[in-house]
């Protein structure tokens, strides 16, 4: 069994800053890839930025600048780093892991989401 639980959403002012936090754990050997991900209502989730086990990273247009995406391997964590966050509908970020279990499985888990509002 493997969870994914972000933290770290809430509502916040246009240009202030949210931290966002993935942490994967359970039956973990290594954990891949890891990726957040955002979907507003009505619209499909789409990709904020995701980074390897090595540190390679990949943003989306809309995030570069303005998100730093960092991770520890030790803890299985990632985090994403939004700065100057401008005003939008509410949306869910979503964390993805592909996880090697400890049956040597390689698997992807998603979170259950963190809401971020950004609003006056």
């Known amino acids: 069994q493997v969870q994914v639980v972000e933290s770290g959403g809430g509502l916040v002012q246009p240009g202030g800053s949210l931290r966002l936090s993935c942490a994967a754990s359970?039956?973990?050997?290594?954990?891949?890839?890891m990726g957040w991900y955002r979907q507003a209502p009505g619209k499909q989730r789409e990709l904020v930025a995701d980074?390897?086990?090595?540190?390679?990273?990949n943003y989306a247009d809309s995030a570069k600048g303005r998100f730093t995406i960092s991770r520890d391997n030790a803890k299985n964590t990632a985090y994403l780093q939004m700065n100057s966050l401008k005003p939008a509908n509410p949306a869910v970020y979503y964390c993805?892991?592909?996880?090697?279990?400890?049956?040597?499985?390689?698997?992807?888990?998603w979170g259950q989401g963190t809401q971020v509002t950004v609003s006056s």
């Open positions: 980074i390897t086990r090595g540190g390679t990273i």
């Open positions: 993805k892991v592909v996880v090697i279990t400890t049956t040597s499985q390689v698997s992807v888990y």
């Open positions: 359970g039956s973990i050997r290594s954990s891949g890839i």
